[in-house]
T-cell receptor
Framework: LAKTTQPISMDSYEGQEVNITCSHN???????ITWYQQFPSQGPRFIIQ???TKVTNEVASLFIPADRKSSTLSLPRVSLSDTAVYYC????????????FGRGTSLIVHP | DADVTQTPRNRITKTGKRIMLECSQT?????MYWYRQDPGLGLRLIYY???????NKGEISDGYSVSRQAQAKFSLSLESAIPNQTALYFC?????????????FGAGSRLTVL
């Protein structure tokens, strides 16, 4: 099971771009990288998933270097409503993967 | 209606009482999970089920039991609640072996044990 490491907390200001990096040095060939967002007292919500290179959707971008040992979640022009905890998970699609959460990164966006 | 529905949303009970938290889903997913979250911490896995006949313990299963009554229903029971089981509980689902393993969570059940 690939272990992930991400910063405990980050601070930003409205309108800035925020990049949260996750390290996963022992990622396996079949593993995907998935990010979730959690607001206080709510269940986590899927943001984005990728395998390699770059993935972009209406919420965020995910950058994955060629060696796949890390990934960066990029939130463009954050607003106060982006204040949340962000979790990086690594595991195979399908198969016997059991999703395991770390403590995530607590992002606080200031006015 | 929500894809994953948890009941009750809030429950206050006393030490020693039996409590059941229920989860139902309309996603048609095979896999279901129960997680627990304590303040300032991430989610910890209690039990998971890959299909109706498959039940597995997670990292913190002591003091809990589960029942997978149907593909759509997965219940968590506390046979004799204790105060340190006060937490926010989340049910989640994901597709099976051919899926992307993206989790869909319920809104959570906040349990307080006095």
């Amino acid at each position: 099971l690939a272990k992930t490491t991400q910063p405990i907390s980050m601070d930003s200001y409205e309108g800035q771009e925020v990049n949260i990096t996750c390290s996963h040095n022992n990622i396996a060939t079949n593993d995907y990288i998935t990010w979730y967002q959690q607001f206080p007292s709510q269940g986590p919500r899927f943001i984005i998933q990728g395998y390699k290179t770059k993935v972009t959707n209406e919420v965020a971008s995910l950058f994955i270097p060629a060696d796949r040992k890390s990934s960066t979640l990029s939130l463009p022009r954050v607003s106060l409503s982006d204040t949340a905890v962000y979790y990086c998970l690594v595991g195979e699609a399908g198969g016997s993967y059991i999703p395991t959460f770390g403590r995530g990164t607590s992002l606080i966006v200031h006015p | 209606d929500a894809d994953v529905t948890q009941t009750p949303r809030n429950r206050i009970t006393k030490t020693g009482k039996r409590i059941m938290l229920e989860c139902s889903q309309t996603k048609g997913h095979d896999r279901m999970y129960w997680y627990r979250q304590d303040p300032g911490l991430g989610l910890r896995l209690i039990y998971y089920s890959f299909d109706v006949k498959d039940i597995n313990k997670g990292e913190i299963s002591d003091g809990y039991s589960v029942s997978r009554q149907a593909q759509a229903k997965f219940s968590l029971s506390l046979e004799s609640a204790i105060p340190n089981q006060t937490a926010l509980y989340f049910c989640a689902t994901s597709e099976g072996y051919s899926g992307a393993n993206v989790l869909t969570f319920g809104a959570g059940s906040r349990l307080t044990v006095l």
